[in-house]
């Protein structure tokens, strides 16, 4: 018994030295409608960066999405997982990803994890990913969901990201995956210098403009529109003004 005791533990430990792999060998699992996605919606459009493109056709997009949604994983839009909040599409991924420049020594920040399926791509780039969530069973389906798919190198809590992940702060990349009627300044505060922040900025439920925020070595801020975007709400926090 005791033998068979330690071939377990050294089989379960194997398979989680497996699992914190970076980055994390590639699932065969529907490769054809992944490549499909990449060429047809991403590469026809404007997302060039060879690293995101590869990142999107890594990540297999179905284990982030519902049951009844396996049918339309790859389809090139948003697609609803709970709690009144979607997964979004294809190519918003990519562009918000690309727009990010990340590099493998970078630490990124995410607010909204939804599904994980953001933060998992993000993790295709660099391992120093942290996530945060704000509907508590996404948040721990999510949690669950990045473990077991291997993503163990994401770090994922519940709470406002309108306030970031001030026990980490200071992020060369913050990506929100949710609309705020303004730029959170704690989330200002945690950018780096030199760092690039990409954010849905508008009222909820109607039209947003998707901005890139900058912040320069010595600190200064700027920012420009992207595109016409619609995202679910950012809640919590983000009513209030600091």
């Known amino acids: 018994m005791l033998a068979l005791a330690a071939v377990c533990l050294a089989a379960e430990t194997e398979n989680e030295k497996e699992k914190a792999k970076w980055p994390r060998p590639r699932s065969a699992e529907r490769q054809a409608e992944r490549e499909h996605m990449v060429k047809a919606q991403l590469q026809r459009r404007d997302i060039s960066d060879r690293k995101v493109l590869d990142a999107m056709e890594n990540v297999p997009r179905h284990w982030f999405v519902t049951e009844a949604q396996q049918r339309n994983a ?37 607010i909204g994890t939804g599904s994980g399926y953001q933060a998992a791509v993000l993790n295709e780039l660099t391992p120093k990913v942290f ?43 913050i990506i929100v995956t949710a609309a705020a009627t303004h730029i959170p300044p704690p989330l200002l505060k945690q950018l780096k210098p030199g760092g690039r922040m990409i954010i849905p900025v508008g009222a909820a439920f109607r039209v947003q403009q998707l901005m890139l925020v900058q912040k320069d070595e010595k600190g200064k801020i700027r920012s420009r529109v992207i595109c016409a975007v619609r995202f679910v709400p950012l809640t919590g926090g983000h009513e209030r003004r600091e």
């Open 74 to 110: 790859y389809a090139d839009r948003p697609l609803p997982i709970g709690h009144g909040q979607t997964i979004s599409q294809p190519y918003i991924v990519a562009l918000m990803t690309q727009l990010l420049k990340v590099e493998p020594t970078h630490k990124v920040l995410e």
């Open 131 to 173: 996530s945060i969530e704000i509907v508590k069973p996404l948040a721990e389906a999510a949690a669950k969901r990045l473990k077991d798919r291997g993503y163990t190198q994401v770090a994922t809590k519940t709470g406002d990201g309108y306030h970031g992940w001030q026990e980490d702060a200071r992020f060369d990349a």
